[in-house]
Each structure stands twice: as structure tokens, then as C-alpha cells.
């Protein structure tokens, strides 16, 4: 994998991330776009590595990393740095605040388009 390939992904996801948070909350953080860069680069890599994975596995990875990633990012940015950019606390089934089910639920579907879009990145930089 190309170093090309590598900040292409990471930019990318990063813009595709803030632009769903403005979408969708009408807001987003900078923070979210370091977060997003991370996710889709990771999933990415999965995928490149991993390509036989069937589209459960993958849902259920882009399930586990985003949240993880999104956890770590809220213990940092919203606890740590007290920036207070989300809050999960009143939504069922949250951890701290930072992360919660629902959400995590829409990470798992979002990863069919991520899966998709991955693919055609690694047929680009071929």
C-alpha cells in the first residue's frame, strides 16, 4: 500500500465524516476529522488485507473500530480536554457518555458503503 493510498484514505474519511456529523447535527470538531481518518484507514486496511471477509465480519469490524475509535476520541476530547463536543449520556445503553448502542449500530451499517467504496480505492491505487 502506497503512501498515496494511505493519506488519500485518511483524508477522505476524515471529510466524510465531518460532512455526515454537519449533515446530520448540523455540527462537527476538528477532532471528528482526525477520528474519521482514522476509522476509514483502518478498515481500509482491514479490507485490503482481509479480503475475503464476508459482509457480517466487515459490519460487525466497522462496528468494533469505529466505536473504539469514537471511545477513545470522546475520553480525550469531551473528559480529558473537557471540549464537551457530544454527549451520549441521555441516549439507553451508553458508556460514559461517549459512546452508545445506537450509534454503534449505525457504525456497523455505515461500513457496507465503506466496504464498497474501499474496494474501488484498491483498484485506484493498484
Known amino acids: ?7 488519500f484514505t485518511f483524508v477522505f474519511g476524515g ?12 455540527r462537527s470538531h476538528i477532532s471528528m476529522a482526525f477520528a474519521g481518518g482514522i476509522c476509514f484507514l483502518l478498515l481500509h486496511l482491514l479490507f485490503t488485507y482481509r479480503p475475503k471477509m464476508g459482509l457480517i465480519e466487515k459490519c ?4 468494533i473500530i469505529i466505536t473504539a475509535v469514537e471511545f477513545l476520541f470522546g475520553l480525550a476530547v469531551n473528559i480529558a480536554l473537557k471540549l464537551k463536543v457530544w454527549d451520549y449520556s441521555n441516549q439507553r445503553f451508553n ?4 459512546v452508545c448502542l445506537k450509534y454503534s449500530l449505525c457504525w456497523a451499517a455505515l461500513t457496507v458503503p465503506i466496504a464498497y467504496i474501499s474496494k474501488l480505492l484498491r483498484a485506484f491505487f493498484a
Open 15 to 26: 471529510a466524510c465524516y465531518v460532512l455526515i456529523e454537519l449533515l446530520y447535527r448540523g
Open 60 to 63: 460487525a469490524a466497522g462496528f
Open 95 to 98: 458508556l460514559f457518555g461517549q
Open 1 to 7: 500500500m502506497s503512501i498515496y493510498e494511505i493519506l
